[in-house]
Structure formats: structure tokens, C-alpha cells
């Protein structure tokens, strides 16, 4: 899924604007103006639109992690993920929301795209795991549409 429609999908699940945006980027020690946000939330065939860089939506991600969780006090800084994989966008807001294996197949139910325990599962080993699945677009966008669903509900 392009970086740009996951940034609005969470924009829009917190009804948040982009200073308060940019402040949960700053979170995890990176720096965006409103204004770049501003572009980044722009459709790609709007005047002004920029692609938003892996750099920033893994920010972005572990700000969020931050900002709903707190922060990790063992000292230990991690360096962002890159390249940033529709797997690791479900991973990070999986941790920033505290959701469970059972949450998340109710989440994807409710969204009429019904998995079981162990898909899920697949979607979170390490890609080298024989098991390992990976997240399609469609399965991103119908789970980030159903978690704004249950939070703005």
C-alpha cells in the first residue's frame, strides 16, 4: 500500500490535523513541517502532491507507538524499519493499539474479510520463517478501515 494512503488513513482515524501529525513524528526524533505533511495528505492527482519517503512513515509509526503507549524507558534506541512493508505498518499499529491476535481477526471480520488465529500469525514472522505470509493491500486497507471503524465508532 503507497505510504501516502496509510498517512491518511491515520490522520483520519485519530481526527487529528497535521501539527498534531508532525508532533507524533517528532516523537520518535524525526522532523516534518505541517506543510510537507500537507503534501503528503494530498490525492496523487491533486497540485502539490508528494510521495511520502519510507523514512518518514516509519517516524510516523514508532512516534504513534510512543505517543499511545509511552516511551520505551530500557535506553536502547532502535533504528527505523526500511523499506517500510505492509507487514510492518499492521505490526507497528498492531503494538501502538495493544491489539491481540483476537482483536485483530474481530477487527478483519468486522470488515467483512474474515481470517483465522494462525493467518494472522503468518503475517508477523520474520519474512525468512517458512510460514511467513505477506500483507497484501487489499488486507491493509480493509483492516485500517475497520480499526478507524472500532476507534472513531
Known sequence: MINNDVLRSVRYMLAIDEEALAAIVRLDDGEVSAAELRAYLRRDD?????????????RLLDGLIVHRRGRDESGRPR???SPITNNVVLKK???AFQLKEEDLVAILRAAGFPVSGP????????PGHPNYRACGDQFL???LKSLTARLRG
Open 93 to 95: 499499529l498492531r503494538v
Open 141 to 143: 486497507r480493509n483492516f
Open 46 to 58: 491533486e497540485p502539490g502532491y508528494e510521495p511520502c519517503p519510507d523514512r518518514l512513515m516509519a
Open 79 to 81: 533504528p527505523p524499519d
Open 119 to 126: 493467518e494472522v500469525n503468518a503475517l508477523f514472522r520474520s
